[in-house]
């Protein structure tokens, strides 16, 4: 299990370290990222990415914190029409609470890669660790989704995802404008926690949550 950082970045998302996998035998090389640890309330995702080395990555592809959401939805759509595979994971707020942010982050990671079909050989991991519970050849890369094709094609699907899902959310509790901030720590968020107090879908464990429920 190999963990490191490229050492200089490229001027675009390319598929290097992707190919390097697959000069050494992979063949399918899988890409994994999560959104949603820093958030207040809200599920953490993450997804697992398989790209077709056959099809040309979509235009703008990038960290998805760095695209709009329109272009994020735009690529997120190319995504689901030519990647090979894509699987999702999502570790609710009492789980998270449950568990700690960290573990259930590797918790919905663990979750994306069980449901690519077909399965990867080799993965790409954001972060700096890797999953110890997954017993596949793989490298955890300090901001990978700055490098890697296939973490930030899983960057974009888990945040589509998710603000989605966040969206929906908000017709549930609209006092606290999930559809805005989908679940950050926003000033307005903070004035909602202080009016209505925490929702289910808060994180009760995280401290802004706390300070503003007790």
Not at 103 to 128: C, N, V, W, Y
Not at 148 to 161: D, H
Request: with cysteine; proline share 6%.
């Amino acid at each position: 299990m190999g963990r490191s950082s490229p050492k200089a970045r490229p001027s675009l998302i390319c598929t290097a370290l992707e190919e390097e996998a697959r000069s050494g035998g992979f063949h399918l090389v899988a890409g994994v990222d999560e959104v949603g640890r820093g958030a207040l309330a809200g599920p953490v995702v993450a997804a697992a990415v398989i790209l077709d080395p056959r099809a040309p990555l979509p235009h703008k592809l990038n960290d998805s914190k760095l695209l709009a959401a329109a272009e994020r939805e735009r690529i997120a759509a190319e995504l689901a029409r030519t990647s090979i595979a894509i699987g999702l994971g999502a570790v609710e707020a009492d789980e998270i609470d449950r568990l700690d942010i960290l573990r259930a982050t590797q918790r919905a990671m663990s979750m994306a890669i069980e449901r690519l079909d077909p399965k990867p050989d080799f993965l790409l991991i954001d972060g700096h660790l890797g999953l110890r519970d997954v017993p596949l050849p793989q490298r955890a890369i300090v901001r990978g989704d700055a490098f890697s094709a296939s973490i930030a094609a899983a960057s974009v699907i888990a945040k589509t995802w998710r603000d989605r899902l966040m969206r929906d959310y908000d017709a549930l509790y609209p006092q606290y404008g999930f559809a805005q901030h989908v679940g950050y720590g926003t000033r307005a968020h903070l004035a909602a926690l202080r009016a209505y107090g925490p929702c289910p879908l808060h994180r009760r464990s995280f401290r802004g949550v706390c300070a503003k429920s007790a």
